[in-house]
């Protein structure tokens, strides 16, 4: 059984967006991301040095690789990367090796 997958996006905002305009538009991902076959959850947080991580659990490896690149061609995707300060973006892929439930 291949274990689940978290993909961790880190970065920081580019001037003069806000954290209120950003977490719009991520929201505006969402119906894209919900629609993958293979999602399990997501979360967006900020850091207090303005770091922000978008935290993504997918089933496996092979469809988070599938879903990180769709997401680059979808019609929001040049909004997301322009609001992104300029080489402050980092993605990895890890595969979960515990989680607590609720």
Known sequence: MSKHVAE??????????????????????????????????????QGEDGSWTDYVVWKDMATAQKVAKTFMQQEFAPEVVAALAPDSASMRHEEVLWQMAP
Do not use: C, H, W, Y
């Open 8 to 45: 961790i996006v880190t970065f920081k905002l580019a001037d003069g967006v806000s954290p209120a305009d950003f977490t719009a538009l991520m929201q505006r991902t969402e119906g894209f991301v919900r629609a993958q076959n293979g999602f399990i959850t997501r979360q967006l947080s």
